[in-house]
Structure formats: structure tokens, C-alpha cells
């Protein structure tokens, strides 16, 4: 049985307080997700928090999950109206992308304080999602310059920041947020293998299983490929097929180490495109 994963820190909950308490400076929430696990990735106290507050929901690192899924992920927030967009480090995203968005939810409020009479303004957003995510890289994109740290583990964003971007747009930068107690193992499992949870609050073959096991059933021919598994292979269990690509990549039976590699892998798209969520199952 896998360990259930135990992770909520304190700086978690002071996020949580420090995001109620600035969603009355902004017109919309930015709430970033990753593609890979586009519902996984969703925290719902962000969408208790932000109520009747508009929301856009960025999906990153489209590169790295199934294009066909990412798709299905769009329509389906369409179908419950709820605006949504896709992205991924290496096409074009800026600041018009996001404006052509949200600037049709947003023209009846501002219209509104031109009315009575209010300066023109720019709109004011927060960007809000769990850890590493990339949400710093969609706001430095936005602001076209290195105004948020960037790293590729969570917890790189420490404090908050207003950021600008351009003329039109102002963006407060929040940590990344976790939420107190996962609806269930399988999405903790998710946040594990793509990145969202800190290595040293789960065990490594644990999440490397969780990874095996939904590759054998999907992608199973990636897998193959990458780990040079024959087919007999593929009729082992989850753990003696850990064991074998332990063997087959050179380290003998330091699974654990082997366990490290397989989630590396399965992060950087070396096993191909994939998406973990399915939004028929939700």
C-alpha cells in the first residue's frame, strides 16, 4: 500500500490567508494549471476563495501533455463556461493572448467605473496555483522580462509582487498553494509524479509504480522503447517491471535510484506527451 503523502506547511496556509486577502484589489484570478493534470492541479480552495470572483484558467506545459487531451480539457471548460486557455514555453504567448480573453469578462464592470466617472485603469489580476506549475513563467512572459524567479521545483517564489505588463495589465504574483487535504491518493500521486509536491514527502517508488502503471496501460509502447522492454516484459507486475528496468538501465537492484530516473523521465516528456486527467471521468 502506498504511504499517503503528508505535506501541508505552514507557508502553505499563509498563502492561502495572503490570497483571500488581496482578492478584493483584483478584476480576475489567474489560476494557473498544469495541462498534464489539468484537474489534479486544480486547488478548490481557489475556487471557494475566489467565489463570484471571474476566473481564467491557464493551462501550461502544453508541450509536455497529450494535444489531443489538452483540447478535450478546452472544450470541456467551455461547455461549463468557465474561460480557459493553453500554453507551453515555446509558442508565442503574450500579453494580447491573455487581454483578447478576459477583456470581454471584465468590460462591463470597467465600464461601469468609467460611468461614474472613475479614471481609466488597468485591469488588476492575481495569479494563483500550486507549486511549479509555471506560473512564473507565464508571468514573465506577460511582463517580457525576468520579474518573477523561475526554477523547476516548487517553492521558488517566496514572497509577492506586483508585476506590470504593459499599459493594460497588473498582475500580483502569489507562492504557490497547496490545499490541506487531497480528495484522494490518486491526485496526490499526480501532483508527485509531475513535479507539484516536494520529493522528500513521498517515497520515490511509490510514485515511480503510479507512473509504471499508467504508462503500461496508455503509452505502453514509449515505455518499451525508453526502457528497451520486450514484450514479455510488459506481462510483469508493476513491481518486478520496476526491478527489470532497474536491470536494464545499468542499476542493478538500487530500485530506489532507478525509481528517481523513472520520474525524471516521465517529467521531462521523455516518455512522450501525456495527460493523467480525463474530463469524462470527472
Known sequence: MAVTIQWFPGHMAKAIRQFEENLSLVDIVFEIVDARIPYASQNPEIKRISGQKPRLIILTKRDLADPKLTNIWLRHFETLHQPAIAIDAKTRFDINNVLSVISPILKDKLQREQDKGMKKRPIRAISVGVPNVGKSTVLNRLVDR??????????????????????????????????????????????????????????????????LNFFRDTHSDELQRRYHLSDSDMNLSDVDLLLKITQKIGMRDDYERASNRIIQDIRAGKLGGYTLDIPETR
Open 146 to 211: 525576468r520579474a518573477a524567479q523561475v526554477g523547476n521545483r516548487p517553492g521558488v517564489t517566496k514572497g509577492q509582487q506586483w508585476l506590470k505588463a504593459g499599459k493594460q495589465l497588473e498582475l500580483l504574483d502569489t507562492p504557490g498553494i497547496l490545499w490541506p487535504k487531497f480528495e484522494s491518493q490518486e491526485i496526490a500521486d499526480k501532483l508527485a509524479l509531475t513535479g507539484a509536491i516536494k520529493e522528500s514527502v513521498f517515497a520515490s517508488d511509490d510514485i515511480a509504480l503510479f507512473g
